[in-house]
């Protein structure tokens, strides 16, 4: 090896040494994720009616490879029903701990109601606290569990620490806005 | 007879239908409308198969094909598929299915493609999904794909039958079956088709269902149609944990599985043994369940100084149970157990009683005889005379009453094959001939009383006598049927039974060798028969719990008399009943549903009982809590559990329980104890549906008042909506 060589692998290094970098200071920085990224699941609702597209039908549950997904269904009040039809998730929990984000739950859902969106920090301290119910996952609500009691505590919105590539959320999270 | 079905030949007993034809040869013939109890229909045209036979020359010879020693005789094949279900096989029939036949393949995928041309996409939310005959059947034999590009019928969706039966109409495929069930079996003509063709639908005339069977029809509907209201959305098939048990609300002891989901008990659906039940239950034993994942005693309870009961440990029941009997001599306990509790606990509390040397032991119900059955239900069914005397059966044994109007029909019970029950046996037609003067009805007026040929309005408590020495024109023409029929049979109820003696076992049993009548004594309670064989009965200057006031301390196992002991009392229940509510100590007990163990039934059938997987915390069954017991009394428990209580029973009664097989199996023990009893008046319907929740019966008044229509914007579709 000659001195050549070294000379040319360090003129690399420092050709790189000026350029942009590609990688970014998260969290203080967003990152950029791709809008095919899948996070934590999304519970959608019909446009224009907004009922919940869940009619609580546990399919997600069966095929889901990791048991992570528990569905308890009732009966619709006609008066003031949840989902269109008679049958509605009274409980629609999933553990965020078992998930292994592979979209079987998506794949498997006649209505198209529960969708992987592009959230996923969800780190925290308790097991218990990674079990997400539907109120934790209806959209609307931005955030995870952890994100959002730091919001309360600090009286601010929910600061996500991404950012989508093209700005718009996949068309099957329907009525998704990441901030 | 030689069948051949695509190339495999069965040897078959004459009269064999095809489709039993195709499935004891191995074969599989999709079907709708034919169901094992029931009339073969030809309705849905799913069992379509390909079938010729040999047909004889005029001098008698088979119809050749071929040249010499290779010539067989030539079938001549029907020109269309045929509908395997009502066609007989004949000797030398050759079938083809869809394995081996492309035409049947096709037809039958055509067939399939008009039952679904109506058929709601509702499998997502339909109870009936992963059970549903028409999903497996349409996976099978189906296209796969739909051409239907229209709107398709709509009709009711949301129909409540009965407080536990709802329709969906649009969901019906027409197989007739609930039909052709509620005639054939409790022969009540309520259900029918309404109009024709597509319109075709299904609906009362009256409005609501009787009660008493009605429930059966769910199991049998091969689509979601009919359903088990009560279980309601409460969870899918797959998610139910199915354990096959037994029923032990009353002595008939029907075949059941009981389906849980995380914990609770949420439906009850029937099982097949042809011994027993057929595939019929009782609405009481398949709705009356709620009880079990209701308000359950989760934990003991002690009485604290300030008179409250309050949770505790099993320790500190212990405890608490030791210091509350301190002083009283063992022989002063009373120990009393409700007659739904199994040999094997019956055995433990016997072995227990003999070690403290308790006097005041009981179960109840009892009655004061015991008259050992001589019939089974089979040959209820096949008798060719009945005579019912004092039973009110919807109260005390519910699918007796069915066997009885199956004896009205002539007692063909379907034939039985290497493939289970015969799927459509020919003999079964629908509106069959009934045969009510079989049937003689004594006593006070009940359901059966409809169907009886013979009633007599007769005070059951003397009608035996006044049979053997009939006095009037009505009793002499029941007296004939007996002595007129070869097969006659003989139920005694509860009214024919309360306060009997001795006496009147030695008339029954003088009646019954007079007439040849097989007889059946309806026991008081759903395992009192399996009880009589233990010595559970007040012992030599004992109480019965007739006299519990009176007895100075008890240990109450599953029965609310409603009173408390004279002194200390100890109450093991799933509930807190009037009589936990007065005990000093409430230890929590499991239901039958929960238990393994072997109870008797009324025709003295060892039938096994599987626990289920409910959720009752720290219950426990009457064999651990006897071991609770005899700690705080200090003395030595008779069996640590299911295991050792199977070896007392085993000594004392010389029944090896372990062995006993899902459809049982008829057993009668050398001895039974016998003392006299309080009257009692079994209300197996009245005390069931008695606990319900009345929320959900409201809920779907409004349902239906409300007219169920939901404020959803009517123009565009819903993604993922069915059309
Ligand atoms: S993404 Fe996969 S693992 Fe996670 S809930 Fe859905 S099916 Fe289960
Ligand atoms: S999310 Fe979809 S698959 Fe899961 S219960 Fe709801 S409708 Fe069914
Ligand atoms: S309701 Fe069910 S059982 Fe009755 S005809 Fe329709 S599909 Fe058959
Ligand atoms: S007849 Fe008796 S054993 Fe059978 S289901 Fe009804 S209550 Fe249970
Ligand atoms: S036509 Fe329905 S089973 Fe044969």
């Known amino acids: 090896m000659g001195v050549l060589e070294i000379a040319k692998g360090m003129g690399v290094t420092l050709g790189k040494l000026f350029q942009k970098p590609v990688t970014v200071s998260y969290p203080e920085q967003r990152a950029t994720l791709q809008p095919r990224f899948r996070g934590r699941h999304i519970l959608t609702r019909h446009p224009g009616t907004n009922l919940e597209k869940c009619i609580g039908c546990s399919l997600c549950a069966a095929a889901c490879p990791a048991y992570a997904i528990y569905v308890e269904a009732a009966e619709n009040d006609p008066a003031a029903p949840v989902s269109p039809g008679e049958r509605y998730a009274k409980v629609y929990e999933i553990n965020m701990l078992r998930c292994i984000f592979c979209g079987m739950c998506e794949e498997a859902c006649p209505t198209g109601a529960v969708v992987l969106g592009n959230e996923f920090e969800m780190a925290d301290y308790r097991s218990r606290d990674f079990v997400y119910a539907k109120e934790d996952m209806l959209v609307g609500v931005t955030g995870s569990i952890p994100q959002r009691r730091e919001a309360t505590r600090l009286g601010k919105p929910v600061r996500l620490g991404f950012q989508l590539d093209g700005g718009q959320p996949r068309a099957e999270l329907e009525g998704v806005k990441y901030p | ?723």
């Open chain 2, 1 to 723: 007879m030689k069948v051949h079905v695509d190339g495999i030949e069965v040897e078959l007993p004459a009269g064999t239908s095809a489709i039993d034809a195709v499935f004891s040869a191995g074969g599989d013939v999709p079907y709708f409308c034919a169901h094992k109890y029931l009339s073969p229909l030809g309705a849905c045209r799913m069992c379509l198969v390909e079938s010729g036979s040999p047909r004889k020359n005029p001098d008698g010879s088979f119809v050749m094909e071929g040249e010499g020693d290779a010539a067989t005789p030539k079938i001549f094949w029907f020109p269309k598929p045929m509908a395997s279900c009502t066609m007989q096989a004949t000797e030398g029939m050759h079938i083809r299915t869809a394995k081996t036949s492309e035409v049947v393949a096709k037809a039958q995928a055509g067939m399939m493609e008009f039952t679904l041309l109506n058929h709601p996409l509702d499998c997502p939310t339909c109870d009936k999904g992963g059970a549903c005959e028409l999903q497996d059947r349409a996976f099978e034999y189906g296209y796969g794909a739909s051409r239907f590009g229209f709107d398709r019928r709509h009709a009711e969706k949301h129909y409540p039958l009965s407080d536990f039966v709802i329709l969906d109409q649009e969901r019906c495929i027409h197989c007739k079956r609930c039909v052709r069930y509620f005639e054939e079996v409790p022969g009540q003509e309520v259900l029918d088709f309404i109009e024709r063709g597509g319109h075709t639908f299904i609906d009362t005339e009256e409005g609501g269902l009787p009660t008493g069977f009605s429930g059966n029809i769910t199991d049998i509907c091969p689509v979601g149609a009919l359903l088990d209201n009560v279980a309601r959305f409460r969870g899918r098939n797959w998610e139910y944990d199915h354990t096959p048990t037994t029923c032990t609300l009353c002595p008939v002891g029907c075949s059941i599985t009981v389906d849980a989901r995380n914990g609770r008990l949420e439906r009850i659906v029937a099982g097949e043994n042809r011994d027993v039940n057929e595939a019929w239950i009782c609405d009481a034993g398949r709705f009356g369940h709620p009880f079990a994942s209701e308000e359950r005693l989760t934990t003991p309870l002690v009485r604290n100084e300030d008179g409250a009961l309050i949770p505790a440990t099993w320790d500190e029941a212990i405890t608490a149970i030791n210091r509350g009997l301190l002083g009283l001599p063992l022989a002063d306990l009373g120990l009393f157990v409700g007659a739904d509790a199994t040999l094997e606990e019956g055995a433990a509390l016997a072995a227990l009683a003999d070690a403290l040397n308790a006097r005041h032991v009981d179960h109840f119900p009892r009655h004061s005889v015991f008259i050992a059955p001589t019939a089974t239900l089979t040959d209820v069914a096949t008798a060719d005379a009945v005579v019912v005397l004092g039973a009110d059966l919807g109260e005390e044994a519910p699918v007796l009453e069915l066997r009885i109007l199956e004896m009205l029909r002539g007692g063909l019970l379907p034939a039985e094959f290497a493939h289970g029950t015969a799927i459509a046996d020919l003999r079964l037609v629908e509106r069959p001939a009934r045969r009510p003067e079989r049937l003689a009805v004594i006593g006070g007026e009940s359901r059966l009383w409809g169907h009886a040929g013979h009633r007599v309005s007769a005070n059951g408590e003397n009608a035996l006598t006044r049979l053997a020495h009939p006095d009037t024109d009505d009793l002499k023409a029941v007296r004939a049927l007996l002595d007129g029929a070869e097969r006659p049979v003989l139920i005694l109820g509860a009214d024919a039974l309360r306060g009997a003696s001795g006496s009147a076992a030695a008339l029954l049993a003088d009646l019954a060798s007079r007439t040849g009548a097989k007889v059946i004594a309806i026991p008081a309670g759903p395992n009192s028969n399996g009880l009589a064989a233990l010595n559970l009965v007040p012992r030599t200057g004992g109480l019965g719990v007739d006299r519990l006031g009176e007895v100075p301390a008890a240990f109450i196992s599953r029965l609310d008399p409603g009173m408390r002991a004279g002194g200390f009392t100890v109450v093991h229940d799933t509930h807190l009943t009037a009589t936990a509510q007065l005990a000093d100590v409430v230890l929590p007990a499991v239901t039958n549903y929960e238990k393994r163990g072997t109870v008797q039934n009324l025709e003295g059938r060892l039938l096994p009982l599987n626990p289920a997987a409910i959720q009752s915390g720290e219950a426990a069954d009457l064999i651990r809590t006897l071991t609770a017991l005899a700690e705080a009394l200090g003395v030595k428990a008779p069996a640590r559990g299911q295991r050792g209580a199977q070896t007392l029973l085993m000594g004392s009664v010389g029944v090896n329980t372990a062995t006993v097989q899902v459809g049982g199996a008829l057993h009668t023990f050398a001895r039974t104890f016998v003392a006299p009893a309080a009257p009692h008046t079994p209300k197996l319907w009245t005390e069931r549906m008695r606990s319900r929740d009345r929320d959900w019966v409201e809920r779907i008044h409004d349902l239906v008042e409300g007219g169920w229509t939901l404020p959803v914007a009517p123009a565009a579709p819903q993604p993922g909506g069915d059309d």
